[in-house]
Every structure is written in structure tokens, then in C-alpha cells.
């Protein structure tokens, strides 16, 4: 399977994915590590994917969403941002909200974090 | 690289900005928070207000100039 349906399968698999430099375990930039701190502090269930194995992994997914950089933050398969909008959605509630909308009400009960290898 | 040639960039993408600001956050010329408000960014959403701030600024991002990019953005009534 090439990067780019790997890519779309988590995209579209996930309830909320993370596409990352470094694993949640190990945050391999400060940005990404923003986008990360913002989404467990609103319970979300994050699937990280880290993309630093391959260039081609970056290249592909911001071919898919339009983005050009990193971190990448999707929500039910949708681009909500990188880490500057994450953090201004989590701080004014919205990011909840959103996550509620979408996950429902109960979202946060698993506050599952799991991360993906593409490579 | 100085700010000026992104505060350039970002006053052709949004001449009628009232607000438009280019910081170097680290004073090494490739870590930048860029601030734009403006009544062309009035009614779209946050990840559509930024994608227009990172066509303003796609050459710099490609060639590798802005290693690292905070946006900050309004729409202005």
C-alpha cells in the first residue's frame, strides 16, 4: 500500500489524527508537541502518526490536504488545522465543541492515544 | 531573512489588512509569528483564513526560508 492511501486510511479512520514530527512518546517539535498538549487537554482520542521516517510521508499528506506543514490535526476524516488554530479552538471551547458534535457527548471517556507507523 | 519581505508578500495578499504584523520569534530569521486582520478573511474559517496566509507566503515556505510558521488571523468588519 503506498503512503498516500495509508494516509487517507488513517485520515478517514480515525476519530481525531494527529500527524506529527515524533510520537506522543517522544515530541519531536515544539509545534506538534502544542497541537498534542491542546488536544489531551480537551480529552480527544488521538491517532498520531509520526512523519519523519520518510520525507514522503510530509509530502504526500500535505499533497491530500492542502496544508503545508506540520502538525496536521483531522477530526472525522476533516483538516482542522495545524497547531495555532488547535490551540485558539481548544482555549475558546470550541475545540470540545467540535469534538462533541462529531465523536458525541461521551467522547472523551476513552481518551484512547495511539499511534500509527505508516512505514 | 527580515521580516520585510513577508510583510511585503503579506500586504500584496491583503492590501486592505488593518492589521498586519511580522515578528521574528527567535531573532534567527526563520522562526516567524505573522498577526493579519482584515475584512478579506471576514467570514471564512480558521484552517481557509490560513491556507490564504500560506499562499501569500507558498514561496518562502517552499524554499525552505520560513523554517517555522505561527499565524495568527481575523476577518475585520
Known amino acids: 500500500m503506498s503512503y498516500s492511501e495509508k494516509i487517507k486510511e488513517v485520515?478517514?479512520?480515525?476519530?481525531?489524527?494527529?500527524?506529527?514530527?515524533?510520537?506522543?512518546?517522544?515530541?519531536?517539535?515544539?509545534?506538534?508537541?502544542?497541537?498534542?498538549?491542546?488536544?489531551?487537554?480537551?480529552?480527544?482520542?488521538?491517532?498520531?502518526?509520526?512523519?519523519?521516517?520518510?520525507?514522503a510521508i510530509r509530502q504526500e499528506l500535505s499533497a491530500i490536504s492542502g496544508w503545508p506543514t506540520i502538525p496536521q490535526v483531522f477530526v472525522k476524516g476533516e483538516l482542522v488545522g495545524g497547531a495555532d488554530i488547535v490551540e485558539e479552538l481548544e482555549a475558546n471551547g470550541e475545540l470540545e465543541q467540535t469534538l462533541r458534535a462529531k465523536l458525541g457527548e461521551d467522547y472523551a471517556a476513552s481518551r484512547d492515544e495511539t499511534t500509527v507507523a505508516l512505514t | 531573512m527580515s521580516t520585510q519581505p513577508l510583510r511585503?508578500?503579506?500586504?500584496?495578499?491583503?492590501p486592505d489588512a488593518t492589521e498586519l504584523d511580522v515578528v521574528d520569534r527567535t531573532g534567527g530569521g526563520d522562526h516567524f509569528q505573522v498577526i493579519v486582520t482584515s475584512p478579506s478573511l471576514s467570514g471564512l474559517s480558521l484552517v481557509e483564513q490560513h491556507r490564504r496566509v500560506y499562499e501569500a507566503l507558498s514561496a518562502p515556505l517552499a524554499d525552505g526560508t520560513i523554517h517555522e510558521l505561527r499565524i495568527k488571523t481575523k476577518g475585520a468588519a
Open chain 1, 11 to 55: 485520515i478517514g479512520g480515525s476519530e481525531v489524527a494527529l500527524f506529527m514530527k515524533g510520537t506522543p512518546a517522544f515530541v519531536m517539535c515544539g509545534n506538534s508537541d502544542r497541537a498534542l498538549q491542546a488536544l489531551r487537554r480537551a480529552g480527544a482520542p488521538v491517532t498520531a502518526v509520526d512523519v519523519l521516517p520518510d520525507p
Open chain 2, 8 to 14: 511585503e508578500l503579506l500586504e500584496q495578499a491583503f
